[in-house]
C-alpha cells in the first residue's frame, strides 16, 4: 500500500462546478498536510497548507480527517484555469510524501 | 521570491556516463530535496539535506549520491546513469525545521538515459 493515495482522475467538469478530491495517508504520525498543484511541463507550487480545523482560501478549501486519515479539497465554481494536476503532500518529520497527484480538466 | 534554479532543463546522456545535476536556492533555506517524478508515479524522494554536509537518504537513492558543499547548493549525481534513470528531476527547497514547511520547486530536469 503507497503511503500516500489519490484517485488520478481524470475527473471532467463543466466550468461553474463543484469538484472534490480525497487523499488518504497511511503514516498516522503525520503531522503536516498540504495540497500542491501542477500545471503541465510545470513545477508543482503550493495551493494550500491543510490545518485541523480546516480552512478555506477563496474558492478552495481544505480539510483534514485524522480519524481517518484523509485530507480532502474542494474547489467550488471551477474555472477553465484550475485546470491542472493537484498533489497531496504529508509531512512526517523532514520527510514529504507526495500523493502521485489527481488531475483535472475544466470545460467550457 | 524564492527562486530555486536547476542547471539545465533537458539533457539527454548515454548509458554509464556519469551525469551531474545541480540546484542551487536563493532563500538560505536549510532543507533541500531531490525527487524524480514519473508518469503514475508521482514525486518519489532520493535524497535530502537539513544541512550543510548533511544528507539523508530518501525512498530510492540507489544509483545516486549528492553533494551539499555550500548551503544554497545541492548536487544530484548519477554515477553511472541507466535507463531506468530517465525520469524528471525535481529539486526543492524548505526553510529550517521539519514538518510544517511548504517546499519551493525548481523546474525540473528532463533527463534521458540513451
Known amino acids: 500500500r503507497k503511503e500516500v493515495e489519490q484517485d488520478p482522475g481524470p475527473f471532467n467538469v463543466p466550468e461553474g462546478a463543484t469538484v472534490a478530491f480525497n487523499c488518504t495517508y497511511s503514516n498516522s504520525a503525520s503531522q503536516s498536510f498540504f495540497w500542491y498543484r501542477q500545471d503541465c511541463r510545470k513545477e508543482p507550487k503550493l495551493l494550500m497548507s491543510v490545518y485541523s480545523s480546516g480552512n478555506e482560501d477563496g474558492r478552495f478549501t481544505a480539510q483534514l480527517n485524522r480519524a481517518s486519515q484523509y485530507i480532502s479539497l474542494l474547489i467550488r465554481d471551477s474555472k477553465l484555469s484550475d485546470s491542472a494536476t493537484y498533489l497531496c503532500?504529508?509531512?512526517?518529520?523532514?520527510?514529504?510524501?507526495f500523493g502521485a497527484g489527481t488531475r483535472l480538466f475544466v470545460k467550457a | 521570491d524564492v527562486k530555486v534554479t536547476q542547471s539545465s532543463r533537458y539533457l539527454v546522456k548515454r548509458t554509464g556516463e556519469k551525469v551531474f545535476l545541480e540546484c542551487v536556492q536563493d532563500m538560505d533555506h536549510e532543507n533541500m530535496f531531490w525527487y524524480r517524478q514519473d508518469p503514475g508515479l508521482g514525486l518519489r524522494l532520493i535524497y535530502f539535506s537539513y544541512d550543510v554536509k548533511m544528507k539523508e537518504k530518501g525512498d530510492i537513492p540507489e544509483g545516486y549520491s549528492v553533494s551539499r558543499e555550500k548551503k544554497e547548493r545541492f548536487s544530484l549525481i548519477l554515477e553511472s546513469a541507466s535507463t531506468n534513470q530517465t525520469s524528471m528531476y525535481l529539486c526543492?527547497?524548505?526553510?529550517?525545521?521539519?514538518?510544517?514547511?511548504?517546499?519551493?520547486f525548481g523546474p525540473g530536469t528532463r533527463l534521458t538515459v540513451l
Open positions: 503532500a504529508v509531512n512526517s518529520g523532514f520527510k514529504t510524501i
Open positions: 526543492a527547497s524548505s526553510p529550517g525545521g521539519e514538518n510544517y514547511n511548504e517546499q519551493f
